[in-house]
């Protein structure tokens, strides 16, 4: 073990090796700009590699009407008008050429036999607009972007924890970080910052990231550094995560399961979708049945773990093999459940963060000078629901639109800034955490703070549970402040831990303030005591630290685009 500093220098530092770090960084050096690129875990494992369903673009190949401003005007009524048009056509318009370059770089896309790439339907999208790689869309995605990195010898340091960014009179001039192997300290000076960093799914008990995955990194780096987070309140819950093993808790089971004739029931053995939506049943839209899900838990008709049952037993054997195969074998694998045979115990998940850290539109840039974001770390595009799909083009679009940013920014610098000060605060940062030998112990925090978060701010809020919601996080705060943490010759874990729940503390508190503002039931975000949408709160709300929110209005959907608006129907469409 070793406390040595390693000093590094680059033009346009990427952290994050997801897809929106990694196709920033191509474009960067496709550019010929200098970059690096860090990530806190293997570059071939990021949580893009789960991503299943696909990627949309308005490439016609299916639907020959589809237009990228059909794109725009689906996302942007999915989003219950929070999503920003400027964004939207941004990603919408750059579609297809992302599609391109991904092909470029030889992704193996589903094809007809004529040689068009499929595409399928995937939610409330008016066409067939989603390409996909079989069932492994994310992990084909990221292995075609990490093989052109490795083709363009981008340098990637995939186990650097990024502690702190580091900043100059709100100029960003690097980063700090240490190696989650041997603790060797990284001050990297910089004259760009790409934070793709991803979302903050995992402040709740059971959610669709793996351990120690989507922690609120990207926000707690964001606020510190001068930046603000825009609608954090706004998180995706999907019906169907498994309730163990407790550190898988939330792992997705796949919308297919109810779309091939899946049966909810409750403990009681009601088919509880009669009460909510008797006509559609199982096929309703993704947010009624977590909702009804979380009501008949909450209720006290779910199971003695805090679930509900779905059962896909009464299917022909043959059609669960071939129609669910990823489903059949991630229960195996988990549970050692045969689901031929015997019913799954499901609760709502946390899935996807739609909002995240505050970005203008033309280049993701932030309110720091330098300082970009991009993927499921930003914001704007999504509102107030997620199009299934949209999130892998986010990633594309933007990725390469910021790396050009970034480089030009980058060119036109006459200095590189440095300051002697921010640097030994981010030292002076690590060192009182190593050093800290308190009695509270990490794990055990992480795990209150997503009781509390899955408690009082998970699918359906109120003001009294916000509330209670806060105090506990005041209570956290205090007592993260006296950890004991313990490297060992296995590696700096436990510090990375310690940073992460300062990460998800931060981001529970924005969370939890912001829902509390949000006085209104819109899109995924459900207020008992509010159950209406209230138009004034068509706004965007903007944290930039406690007790601060701002409303931001959102601009008119120019013409062009809202010609094409009106609701889709998402029956029997799979959405991930
Ligand atoms: C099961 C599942 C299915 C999905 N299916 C789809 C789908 O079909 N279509 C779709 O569009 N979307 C889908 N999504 C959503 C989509 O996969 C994600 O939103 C997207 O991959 C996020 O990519 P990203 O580059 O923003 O971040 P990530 O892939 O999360 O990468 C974040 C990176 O940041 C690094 N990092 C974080 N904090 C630090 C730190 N402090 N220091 C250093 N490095 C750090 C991590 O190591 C990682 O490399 C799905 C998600 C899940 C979970």
Request: charged share 25%; hydrophobic share 40%.
């Amino acid at each position: 073990m070793t406390n040595a500093e390693q000093q590094l220098a680059t033009s346009v530092l990427v952290i994050g090796t997801g897809g929106s770090g990694l196709r920033a960084a191509i474009e960067l050096a496709e550019q010929g700009t200098d970059v690096l690129v860090l990530g806190k875990r293997p570059k071939t494992d990021a949580h893009t590699t789960l991503a299943a369903g696909g990627i949309n673009a308005a490439l016609a190949t299916m639907d020959t009407a589809d237009t990228w401003q059909q794109h725009a005007a689906d996302t942007l009524t999915e989003s219950y008008l929070l999503a920003d048009p400027a964004t939207v056509r941004v990603v919408t318009e750059g579609a297809a050429e992302s599609i391109k370059d991904l092909e470029r770089y030889g992704m193996a896309f589903a094809r007809e036999h004529d040689g068009r790439i499929s595409q399928r339907f995937f939610g409330a999208h008016t066409f067939r607009r989603t390409a996909f790689a079989g069932d492994y869309t994310g992990l084909e995605l990221q292995r075609t972007l990490v093989r052109r990195a490795q083709q363009l010898a981008i340098p990637i340091l995939d186990s650097i924890y990024v502690t702190r960014l580091l900043v100059d009179d709100n100029v960003i001039f690097g980063a700090y970080g240490f190696d989650l192997g041997h603790g060797t300290r990284y001050a990297i000076r910089a004259d760009a910052v790409i934070l793709a960093t991803g979302g903050h799914t995992r402040i709740w008990r059971r959610t669709s990231s793996r351990r120690d995955e989507n922690t609120g990194d990207a926000l707690r780096l964001a606020v510190e550094a001068g930046g603000r987070i825009r609608d954090p309140e706004l998180v995706q819950f999907h019906p169907s995560g498994l309730i163990e093993p407790e550190d898988s808790a939330g792992t997705l089971v796949s919308e297919a399961a109810r779309g091939e004739g899946g049966i909810l029931r409750n403990d009681l053995g009601e088919r509880f979708m009669k009460r909510y939506d008797p006509e559609r049943m199982e096929l309703s839209t993704r947010d009624r049945v977590a909702l009804a899900a979380y009501t008949e838990i909450k209720e006290g008709r779910g199971t003695p773990r805090g679930g509900v049952w779905l059962d896909v037993s009464h299917l022909p054997r043959a059609q669960i093999m071939d129609r669910l195969p990823r489903v059949y074998q991630t229960l195996m694998d988990l549970q050692l459940l045969d689901i031929t045979t015997t019913p799954i115990e499901i609760a709502p998940t946390a899935h996807y963060s739609m909002g995240g850290v505050w970005v203008r539109p033309e280049d993701h840039g932030t309110d720091v000078e330098g300082l970009y974001a991009i993927g499921e770390a930003s914001s704007g595009l999504h509102g107030a629901n997620r199009l299934g799909g949209n999130s892998l083009i986010e990633l594309l679009v933007y990725g390469k639109l910021v790396g050009r940013a970034a480089a030009a920014y980058s060119a036109q610098r006459d200095v590189q800034r440095r300051s002697r000060a921010a640097l030994s605060d981010a030292r002076a940062e690590v060192d009182g955490i190593l050093h800290g030998d308190g009695p509270e112990n990490v794990r055990f925090l992480q795990r209150a703070l997503r009781n509390a978060m899955t408690e009082y701010a998970g699918v359906v809020r109120d003001e009294a549970g916000l509330l209670r919601g806060l105090h506990e996080v005041s209570e956290l705060e205090e007592r993260l402040t006296h950890v004991g943490v313990h490297p060992d010759i296995a590696g700096f874990y436990d510090l990375a831990h310690a940073f992460d729940l300062k990460a998800s503390v931060i981001a529970a508190r924005a969370t939890l303030e912001a829902a509390l503002e949000r006085r209104e039931t819109r899109g995924c975000h459900n207020r008992s005591d509010y159950p209406k949408l209230d138009e004034r709160l068509q706004v965007n709300l903007v944290w930039s630290g406690p007790g601060r929110i701002d409303r931001e209005p959102i601009h008119a959907i120019p013409q062009d685009i809202s010609a094409h608006m009106r609701a889709v129907s998402a029956d029997g469409k799979l959405v991930e």
